[in-house]
């Protein structure tokens, strides 16, 4: 009986200790997926997504911009013909 008790501590250790080396490859594997990753994407040439939304209001300023301007010569093109 006692040696029955024996062996079943071991294989429950055995297989505590086969889930620490399966949950140590996979944060190894991710590790180095996410590496390659941030590797990959470094090598794009893709914008932040601060730079992308610096670019798009500096776009919407400079559309708003050219509707007052668009907005102003009508004025002006009205004002001289009369």
Known sequence: MQTRNK??????QLMTNAMGVAQGAKDEAET?????????LADRDFVTREE?????????????????LKARIAALEATAQE
């Open 52 to 68: 992308f939304d610096a670019v798009r209001a500096m776009a919407q300023k400079a559309r708003e911009e050219n509707e007052a």
């Open 7 to 12: 062996i079943m501590e071991d294989i429950s």
């Open 32 to 40: 180095a997926m996410r590496s390659f990753m941030d590797r990959w």
